[in-house]
């Protein structure tokens, strides 16, 4: 299948809970799982430690509901999974490319996927604050039901360095302290997609290596030919403070994370 990447409407509207778009595909997959394909989306595939978005799709002038399980995207094109409401093949023989349909994010969910998310930045923050800016930043696991981590079952940040163990205890209390302090406090939280020379700028004079500089771009006119641009990296901002790459939804507010309660464990250094 041959498709143009999917426009990502929550990466400027990242509130928006309802939308409408055309159907450009419906078919069922390698796994058996049934799937639409869409020219535009409020639904926020898994990735970057977030969980996917769930919810339903409805088609224009019918009774078909389809019932969004699992979003996911490859190559820049989103993969709405679930199946339809009441399914059978005279049902399903309307899904048809051109139909206009009309797409509901599940409200609750999103909201926690979002707090979640946001907590972990606000994390980053922190470990500024307290005098862990060392330590770099790995991944994240920001799902509502966590990880089986050698320690306990919950999201996680991890990062890479080195802190003496005499320390621990007192950076985890700091840590907790300055997170729910920021809560307290409040700021607004924007998304905006930006050149990347104005990203490196909000984000405190440099961006992570991961995000490239220039994006090859391909124009066919009379023959294809490949371009340089620059990148345009979507900046998360927190309040006041510097911003930071980041491609999935949050609150509007830090407030709207509520509370965070902090567990600081080492695991073995990997050589």
């Known amino acids: 299948m041959d498709f143009s ?21 419906f078919f069922k997959g390698d796994d058996g799982r049934r799937a639409l394909i869409l020219d535009s989306t409020i639904f926020h595939p898994q990735g970057g430690g977030q969980p996917s978005d769930t919810g339903f799709i409805t088609i224009s002038e019918s009774d078909i509901k389809f019932i969004v399980q699992d979003v996911r995207s490859k190559d820049g094109v989103v993969f709405h999974f679930g199946v339809v409401e009441d399914s059978n093949e005279e049902l399903e023989s309307k899904l048809e490319k051109g139909k206009e349909v009309s797409l509901q994010v599940d409200e609750s969910r999103r909201k926690l996927n979002s707090r979640l998310h946001s907590a972990g930045h606000l994390l980053d923050i922190c470990m500024q604050n307290v005098g862990l800016g060392n330590l770099e930043p790995g991944k994240g696991y920001h799902f509502p039901d966590g990880k089986i981590m050698w320690f306990a079952k919950r999201p996680f940040v991890e990062y890479k360095g080195v802190v003496p163990q005499n320390e621990l205890q007192g950076k985890q209390r700091k840590l907790e302290l300055d997170a729910n302090a920021l809560i307290s406090r409040g700021g607004k939280v924007t998304a905006t997609v930006l050149p990347y020379a104005e990203a490196v700028e909000l984000c405190g004079g440099c961006l992570p290596d991961y995000i490239p500089q220039v994006v090859d771009i391909l124009k066919t006119n009379v023959s294809a030919l490949t371009t340089m641009q620059s990148s345009n990296p979507r900046i998360l901002k927190f309040g006041n403070n510097p911003g930071c790459p980041c491609g999935g939804t949050h609150v509007s507010d830090i407030s709207e994370i509520i509370s965070m309660k902090m567990l600081l464990k080492f695991g073995r250094r990997r050589e």
């Open 5 to 25: 990447p999917t426009k990502l409407l929550y990466y400027d509207h990242m509130f928006l809970l309802q939308s409408s778009a055309t159907l450009l595909s």
